[in-house]
């Protein structure tokens, strides 16, 4: 996300402490935080699916999805 963007969400965050946001500000830092969480989802999710688990045997495994069954 842009640092703009981030520092956007933090001014109208800080406005909110001083007096109560418009509507129009309070959706735009709703959009903003919504836009946030899911960059930062895509970015969690990339990083879990190239991770790996090494054993003390020394074998390396994939990380599973939460419900998926183990690959042997």
């Known amino acids: 996300m842009e640092r703009e963007k981030l520092e956007?969400?933090?001014?109208?965050?800080a406005l909110s402490r001083e007096r109560a946001l418009t509507?129009?500000?309070?959706?735009?830092?709703?959009?903003l935080r919504r836009e946030y969480l899911d960059e930062w989802r895509r970015s969690t999710v990339?990083?879990?699916e190239n991770t790996?688990?090494?054993?003390?045997?020394?074998?390396?495994h994939k990380?599973?999805?939460?419900?998926?069954?183990?690959?042997n």
């Not at 956007?8 to 965050?13: E, G, K, M, N, V």
């Not at 790996?52 to 390396?60: L, N």
């Not at 990380?63 to 690959?71: F, H, I, N, S, V």
């Open 8 to 13: 956007r969400i933090s001014a109208l965050t």
């Open 23 to 31: 509507e129009a500000e309070r959706a735009e830092r709703e959009a």
């Open 46 to 48: 990339a990083v879990l």
């Open 52 to 60: 790996y688990v090494q054993t003390p045997d020394g074998k390396k």
């Open 63 to 71: 990380l599973q999805k939460r419900g998926e069954r183990p690959k």
